[in-house]
């Protein structure tokens, strides 16, 4: 424990305290990332938070920047939600089991988080293709398609929400 508070001062002096608001900022953006790899929480939608927050305390980045770095954060929260559904339709499976992948995908994300998640597409892709061909082989076949199109949109996430994060710091930088 420090007694004497001028130590303490001397410590801190010339170390700037970063605006809370601005930490808060940087704390959502970085979450955005994690979370675009860990599907735990809607990561896309924290870094778009970030963003925000950032430029409401700082005025930074200006209109056009910020209007990009939105439309990048809007179409990350797109592929969040929709990229499981549309990894189960391209592989093949119709749009009611694509839709059921889906949700079973965002159950799965909630009951055990990201295994949940490919879990819950693959295993609902690998029944209904069963069912339909009744052929194991076939299931096997379109769920490995569906899931690595889920993992794709991992991929495709990180990417976008991690661009958000390096663009911010720069903004902050300059």
Not at 4 to 17: K, M, N, Q, Y
């Amino acid at each position: 424990m420090i007694r004497d508070p001028t130590i303490l001062a001397s410590l801190i002096r010339g170390v700037p305290i970063p605006d809370p608001f601005v930490a808060v900022a940087f704390a959502l953006l970085v979450a955005g990332v994690v979370f675009s790899v860990i599907p735990l929480l809607p990561g896309p939608v924290l870094s778009v938070a970030g963003v925000l927050v950032y430029w409401w305390e700082t005025g930074d980045p200006g209109w056009l920047a910020l209007t990009v770095l939105l439309a990048v954060g809007v179409a990350a929260v797109l592929v969040d939600w929709l990229g499981g559904t549309a990894a189960a339709k391209g592989s093949g499976v119709s749009t009611r089991v694509s839709l059921l992948a889906g949700v079973a995908g965002f159950l799965g994300t909630v009951v055990a988080g990201p295994v949940g998640l490919l879990v819950g597409v693959a295993g609902t892709v690998f029944l209904a293709s069963v069912i339909r061909e009744r052929e194991a082989a076939a299931g096997i076949r379109t769920a490995a398609y569906a899931t690595a199109g889920v993992l794709g949109t991992v991929v495709v996430q990180t990417l976008l929400t991690g661009s958000i994060l390096v663009a911010v710091v720069v903004i902050a930088l300059l």
